[in-house]
């Protein structure tokens, strides 16, 4: 049965109280930014929101507590269908890392992927397989590359971005791809080969071989950059900064990869934020497709 989500009338200004159609969780729990939110998917993902200050779980009801500097009939909308969403493509309310392997699919800003989040670590390390061929060494890829619609695969410690071919629409594949990917890792199947997982390394570019700048970037990128990207399904890794026309070359992997906002993002927050860090060295950042 599909959630179906409506917000009530609250006294509080402060509060969102939302009420669903399914038991949300049996008892009342407060949850904040300093408790443990791995187990609570869904209210990890609200935490991501600037404004979100606390969430309370309760039987039928989701009461979510906001800072001060926005009003709730600014956003209250695109958070209820974000809840929503996230509930009815499967992310679970509360999950027990001791308990089953779990799976949900989640939207990333790049329309042709959709990136599969699981309750257990899958890697070690990041990888990229552009086609079957490549995928010798990952079990799971390879598996999934015999869908025909399937383009390219991108893994990254608990989940995995599906890349589809053009042509095809997500809406008809979600369901099975997250069964698939639920029923291959249940059954105890390998995921990738051990001695591949311990050797790949994405950022293979050593910091003891750049000159200091590039350090500064490739640790902005790493500590800054990177954490949001990958929320987003994907992967970015520094490759080059040219001193003289101030250019920064990255390497965009997984849902970052051909995605339509990528130049916007590019442009509007790497940029940005490397030309605020290091004033007058930056020019621009350029982006290669993985």
């Known amino acids: ?43 990890k993902q609200l935490f991501f929101l600037p404004f979100v200050k ?103 410690f608990n989940f995995i971005s599906v890349s589809l071919k053009l042509g095809f629409d997500w809406e008809n594949h979600i369901m099975n791809i997250r069964e698939f990917i639920l029923s291959y890792i249940k059954d105890g199947n390998t995921i990738i080969n051990q001695g591949y997982d311990i050797e790949k390394k994405f950022d293979s570019i050593s910091l003891n071989e750049l000159d200091e700048t590039s350090k500064e970037i490739a640790k902005l990128i790493d500590e800054q950059i990177k954490p949001a990207v990958a929320q987003d399904g994907g992967n970015i890794v520094f490759q080059s900064f040219d001193k003289k026309s101030g250019e920064v070359k990255v390497l965009l992997q997984g849902a970052c990869s051909g995605c339509p906002s990528s130049t916007v993002t590019l442009k509007n927050g790497i940029e940005t934020m490397l030309k605020n860090h290091l004033p007058e060295k930056i020019n621009s950042v350029t982006a290669i497709n993985g």
């Open 1 to 43: 049965m599909a959630y179906n989500l409506e917000i009530l009338k609250s006294e509080n200004k402060d509060q969102l109280v939302i009420s669903s159609n399914q038991m949300i969780f049996s008892k009342r729990i407060k949850l904040d930014e300093n408790s443990e939110l791995d187990n609570y998917p869904v209210v």
């Open 54 to 156: 606390s969430v309370i779980l309760d039987k039928h009801l989701i009461i979510i507590e906001k800072l001060d500097f926005l009003e709730w009939s600014d956003v209250q909308e695109e958070v209820l269908e974000e809840i929503t969403k996230n509930l009815n493509n499967g992310m679970s309310i509360y999950t027990n890392s001791n308990l089953a392997i779990s799976i949900y699919a989640e939207r990333t800003p790049n329309p042709r992927v959709m990136k599969f989040v699981s309750n257990k670590r899958l890697v070690n390390n990041p990888h990229e397989f552009k086609a079957k061929v490549d995928a010798s060494n990952c079990p799971i890829a390879s598996a999934l590359f015999m869908h025909e619609f399937i383009s390219e695969i991108y893994i990254d």
